[in-house]
């Protein structure tokens, strides 16, 4: 094992992908020579060339277009686009393309794509640099979204989504690029499968959901919370957002009785609603107090200045003083 | 040619600088950790920025994309302002919220800077609707990237305002490069206003965006062509100094390629020309640049003493 950080691990994942199927090919603005805004596809030109890590034109729209079409022509397409923020003229193809294709075609036209996109606040990227998308995706039957919260993970995940027959939205949390480390297998091929949540931190008391540099930081309040007050939480990172592994969430549940939820997107109508929603139609009986949701506020973006988009995020004091209160109950 | 009065082209030239040193302190604020997330700065298209806008007319109106300090400084919003929101500050032009990329003042018909590229571009189209609608006489220029000429907002854009014949200048500030992609590795044809035949529009001139007075002189024709005909579409060829925002490592590009464009600087081209034709003397620029230097560290100041926003602040704003 060695120690990466989470964009090391997603780099290594297209590497490897790359190298072990030629059907594997990289578009976006700027992932060549540039390496991409953040550097996810460093050097990945000088090995595979500019015939498998095209630059494209700025154009969200086709960049995940070409890929629909690539993937329906037998090809596997990782789409980059730079920041989640400007993906919405692509919302088309998406929405119906890219997720009804299969279903339209009576089973005969998958499109085995990825969409790689940068998600969240955190960075002072302000109102169009910072956005939480998946809630808007995850309505949407015929995608899966995987949204992964550390290197293992993340590395793994993308290998299973760049095999998936599906499409794949995989949005990385641009805050947790650099900052979030954690030990990945040196060689041997490994893969996360998409589906099941996975159990970070065991605990008792109540049950923690997250994902994304959510569920990092949750780890990190639930540390902290049992140090100082004994609070013992399980921490469940969703990790697959869709299909919903609705097992894994109430099995977690059926321990502990007591449920908060923490996402960085707008509170309401956000991915969160829909954790609670299972929870109480499977999981009324197991209940022992109220579902809570700790989110950001519904205000249109991610403000710019620093103070203001610190009130915004959630981080891991907010999470802490909300188990507390949950614990409390 | 330019008919302007010598005191205009001193204010024109003052102009210009202004926004140098704004640039240039912005860029040490943001490498002092004082301006947060990203900046891209406008060194080397000065001339563009202040031809385009000082040949508005009273009535007209302009937009233009995320790389907009020299737009706002141009259109009149004092650098204090501009610094305030790029600090983060409740002064600032959107306080604090939106931050560089997206200033804007709508009494001077600024309709600001947007992050989305080329997602401004309808919008003009919709000012601009105006004027038919009410029969109103104005145009609107709208300023963009040679990358947004690749994005389909452009199409949609252009051909409405050709079908409707509405009065829009669309002008590219072509700098060459969009991020790290040269111009001919993302579009077929490198003409830009070539386009403008596509649409059935009036293809305007490649003007040379080094030089503020044919940038000012090609603009005020457009304008005015536009008012009476329709949309027109024009170029601006220039340059940008320095990397696409801070951090830039610049790769796609050559130092000295850099260093022949820098030869090329719109402010000493336009300074020895008010010497050489307007009897101007060094010591009167030099003036200018100190005069400019004063404006921007009050401007800082200003904006240092300026209050943070608070946690209500986030509240604010969402519903009219
Ligand atoms: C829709 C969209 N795609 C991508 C980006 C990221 N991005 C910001 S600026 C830029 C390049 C723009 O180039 P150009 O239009 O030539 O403007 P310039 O930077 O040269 O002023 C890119 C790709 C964005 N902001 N919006
Ligand atoms: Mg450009």
């Known amino acids: 094992m060695a120690m990466k950080t989470l964009i090391e691990a997603i780099s290594e994942a297209m590497d490897e992908e790359m190298a072990r199927d030629e059907r594997v090919f990289i578009t976006g603005e700027d992932v060549g020579p540039r390496g991409g805004v953040f550097r996810a596809t460093m050097g990945l030109i000088d090995k595979y ?170 780890w990190q309040a639930a540390e902290q919370v049992a140090d100082e007050d004994g609070i013992e939480c399980e921490v469940v990172d969703i990790r697959t957002l869709l299909p919903l592994d609705r097992e894994g969430i109430l099995e977690s549940f059926k321990k502990t009785g007591k449920a908060l939820i923490v996402y960085e997107d707008n509170l309401t109508m956000g991915y969160g609603a829909e954790i609670a929603a299972v929870l109480s139609d499977d999981g009324f009986e197991y209940m022992d107090g109220p579902i809570k949701r700790l989110a950001g506020p519904d205000v249109p973006g991610v403000p710019f200045s620093h103070p203001i988009q610190e009130a915004f995020m959630p981080n891991p004091k907010k999470i802490a003083a909300a188990i507390r209160d949950l614990a409390g109950y | 040619m330019a008919d302007l009065s010598k005191d205009t082209l001193l204010d024109m030239y003052r102009n210009m600088v202004v926004i140098r040193r704004l640039e240039e302190k912005s860029a040490e604020l943001y490498q002092q950790g004082l301006i947060g997330g990203f900046l891209h700065l406008y060194i080397g298209q000065e001339a563009t920025g202040v031809g385009a806008v000082w040949a508005l007319g009273e009535d007209d109106h302009v937009i233009t994309a995320y790389r907009d300090h020299g737009i706002a400084v141009s259109i009149g919003i004092e650098p204090k302002y501009i610094l305030a929101e790029m600090m983060g500050k409740t002064t600032g032009v959107s306080k604090g919220k939106g931050g560089s990329m997206h200033l804007a003042d709508k009494d001077k018909h600024f309709w600001g800077g947007y992050a989305i590229v080329g997602g401004h571009l309808p919008l003009a189209t919709g000012l601009a609707l105006r004027a038919r609608y009410k029969d109103e006489n104005f145009a609107v220029l ?99 100094f320095v990397g696409h925002s801070m951090g830039d490592p610049e790769r796609y590009r050559t130092k000295e390629e850099v260093h022949e464009y820098q030869e090329g600087d719109p402010i000493r081209i336009f300074g020895d020309k008010l010497i050489g034709e307007h009897k101007v003397t060094q010591e009167q620029l030099d003036v200018f640049d100190r005069e400019a230097r004063d404006l921007i560290n009050e401007a800082v100041e200003f904006a240092t003493n300026s209050p943070n926003p608070e946690f209500d602040d986030l509240f604010v704003d969402i519903y009219s």
């Open chain 2, 142 to 240: 709208c300023l963009m990237g040679d990358g947004s000429t690749n994005i389909g907002y452009f199409h949609e854009s252009l051909n409405m305002s050709a079908v409707w014949d509405l009065p829009v200048v669309w002008m590219i500030e072509n700098n060459q490069y969009g991020m790290g992609t040269a111009v001919d590795r993302a579009s077929g044809e490198t003409e830009l206003v070539k386009r403008a035949v596509g649409y059935g529009m009036k293809e305007g001139p490649r003007v040379d965006g080094m030089d503020v007075l044919a940038v000012y002189d090609a603009t005020k024709e457009a304008l005015e062509y536009a008012k009476k005909n329709g949309p027109i579409l024009m170029e601006s060829l220039t340059y940008r």
């Open chain 1, 49 to 218: 060339g500019a015939g498998r890590v095209v630059d494209s034109p700025l154009a969200e729209l086709s960049i995940i277009a070409i890929g629909i079409g690539a993937a329906m022509a037998g090809l596997r397409p990782i789409c980059e686009i730079q920041f989640a923020d400007f993906i919405h003229p692509a919302m088309n193809q998406i929405i119906n393309e890219a997720a009804k294709m299969y279903y339209r075609s009576d089973g005969q036209w998958p499109v085995p794509m990825v969409i790689r996109a940068p998600y969240g606040g955190g960075i002072g990227g302000g109102l169009y640099h910072s956005q939480s998308l998946e809630a808007i995706f995850a309505h949407v039957p015929g995608l899966k979204i995987v949204v992964p919260s550390n290197p293992y993970d993340a590395k793994g995940l993308l290998k299973s989504a760049v095999r998936d027959p599906n499409p794949v939205m995989f949005f990385e949390t641009k805050k947790g690029y650099r900052l979030i480390k954690g030990e990945v297998p040196e060689d041997g091929d490994y893969t996360v499968p998409i589906g099941p949540v996975n159990v970070l931190r065991e605990g008792d008391d109540l049950t923690v959901y997250a994902y994304g540099i959510m569920a990092y930081y949750t």
